[in-house]
């Protein structure tokens, strides 16, 4: 028996060295038990970037292993593999030319060789970095230092084949990760300062007004009938000479940039003048003296690639023309609201039909799409379940680069995922999301990825539930009804407190937690602007009635500031968004003095009623003892031009002696100042008496930007239990306006005093 039992276990031993053995030969060893067993090949004279393979190669197999290959000019015959990086060795040793087109690369496996190639710009570099995340299982989450697994030994399959060019000539990702350059090589992401010569918004690059606009304003627009220097005139032959010899000179400075830009400023005011009128009456907009003009300028430059922007103005298709096979338009998403994918949101059928026609005018299409809360970079954005989809449609529809406008390089929210997702997408728009999403969660975050998981999925649904309008220019007041309100953002807040906990002794992952709890933490900030009393806003009530700012509030403030900053941030708003503006703006608020009013808490009626799209605090608004600041969007109330009436109850019987409101001047946003105020009271709610009125001048600003404007009327002390409020102001835009006249002027109000 003891026999028979040593004889089958001497075969099993057998058995399973000749399977081990068989397993080796199944593989090429690189490392074997920290022993090389490979060498680097590069080229007698390597490129720069064969010779930068090579190096990132090395350094990465030394990191995971501990053991670091050589790099030879030829095989030292010492080593029985060897892993080759240059198109040469390929065509030299396979005996055939590879076509890898733009970016892509090949990595075979031949008779226990490794042969790396790839084809134009870095695809030899790209082919490398492939090779480590997926062979060698390592990642690049974000601007951090890449993680590496530690191994022994590290092997490739001995059939091992990888080909792949992407499907996309351009792709940027624009969020703080991209600001590192080995982030932007491993993911094969693009910024427009290495490719463009010329970026975005440029007419007044190439031909600025403070140079050319006052001995020639033929030069720039004819708007609302006159020159101005609002976008330029395209069909004066002029500027299209100017336009060839500034692009003839910047390309000589610059010849290694692959596009440059002609395109409109951000902004309407295209010219009207009669060459203009005439072929945009052709083209059927203002596209087609663009897309003429665009033609025009690089038919001077075969051999170099244009860009121009479909946007605003300029966003349709024209009907004649085409542009030239060296000219690239970018259409642009900004019209698109996120709380559904780009191929189904009802905001998005014009962007669709607009992508249909362009390209059946062009097959060189780009798109800019954008994927934050310009308003709000770190309120939660919860577009997390889109990325991918909505590249994938892009490409599908025959769209050939994506400038994906993120937060840039600020801090905004989950950026690293966003960033992540949008490169694997952009890379290869079939790639699995949920299969990419759990790999990053669970590298990113650890122990506590599920928490983070499940953070996300609320948020997604929540959206859904609420019918939110996730808005680009949204902010956290106007998603307080929505998929940020009271009820939500307590559920948001105790998932990642429960994630905290399952990284507590981790800090690095404890890290990344706290940094996705400030987007909940200026949300709520944002919304205490609106709560006034309310035990989440920042003020509370005092005694004898009196308003005061809630202690420690201004620490509260600080203390965000602090934790943004070491995270990051460094702007939390595309506009006057930097930390310090944004304590300065919170300085203001809380050293206004909330003083008491008659009318504090009494809910007026109005004719007509206000713009639902900015409700702020609703019927309250004008008395709830908050004050508006410069932003809009935040305790206005919005009326469309002409009168407005206003009428409060009060509580009892008063006598008062002045009416105190607030209005916003801001121009760019088509807020003005009224004409006239006519106060009126009445004891019985049906029959009005004047009792004061104030006649106001037109108030030109000196400067640009928003400015508030308290207005105070002197009344005759009478008794009243009624107080009705005529604002007059035009319906037409005032003679100074220089922007564009497609629309009508608006009034905003804010809080009415009276005392």
Known sequence: MMKNANYKLNLFVLVGLLFISSCMAQQVDIVRDKKVETEIVIPLRPSILERKAALVLQDYIKRITGAQLAILSSPSGKKKHNLFVGNSFYQQRIGKKVELGSEGFEIIVRDGQVYLTGGSGKGLLYGVYELIEKQFGARKYDQGPAWVPRRSNLTLPKDLFLRYAPPLRYRESYYPPSTDGEYLDWHHLHRFEDLWGLWGHS???????????????????LTNGKRQASQLCLTNPEVQKIAIAYFRAAIADNPDAQYWSIAPMDGRGHCTCDRCAKVDAEEGGPQGSLIRFVNAVAAHFPEQLFTTLAYGYTAEAPKRSKPRENVYVMLSTIDVTRQQGIATNPTAAAFRRQLKQWSQRSPNIFVWDYTTQFTAYLSPFPMYDQYRDNIAYMYRNGV??????????TLGDMSAFASYMQAKSLWDPTMDQDQIAADFLNGYYGDAASSVKDYMKQLIAARQSNNTILDIYGN??????GYLNEHDINRYKQILEEAKK?????????????????GLEYAALEQAKSYGVHPL???????????????????RVDRFLENALKAGGRELAEVNGSLEEYRNQWLRITSRPYKT??????????????LADYPANGDHTLS????????????WLLFNGGNVEIIFPLQQEQIASRVQLNFLLDPAHYLFLPN???????????????????????YVPVERGAVVHPISVEIQQRKMRYLRIAISFSDELPDWFDGGRHRKPLVAIDEVRLE
Do not use: C
């Open 400 to 409: 050939k680069g994506i400038f994906e406008h993120g937060s840039g390089a």
């Open 676 to 698: 006239k105020i006519q106060v009126e009271g009445s004891e019985d709610g049906r029959v009005y008496t004047s009792i004061g009125m104030q006649q106001l001048s037109e």
């Open 476 to 481: 956290p007041i106007s998603a307080r009804q």
């Open 203 to 221: 007419f007044f690059k190439i031909i600025p007004p403070e140079r050319y606009f006052k001995e020639h304003p033929e030069y720039f627009s």
């Open 597 to 610: 009013s008659l009318l504090l808490g009494q809910i007026p009626t109005f004719r007509p009623v206000y």
């Open 502 to 518: 399952k990284v507590i002794h981790q800090p690095e992952f404890l890290t990344r937690i706290n940094t996705l709890g400030l």
């Open 624 to 635: 709830d003892g908050l004050l508006g600041d410069t932003d809009y969007s935040y305790n």
């Open 537 to 555: 806003g920042f003020l509370q009530q005092l005694a004898e009635g009196k308003l005061g700012v809630a202690p420690h509030w201004e620490a």
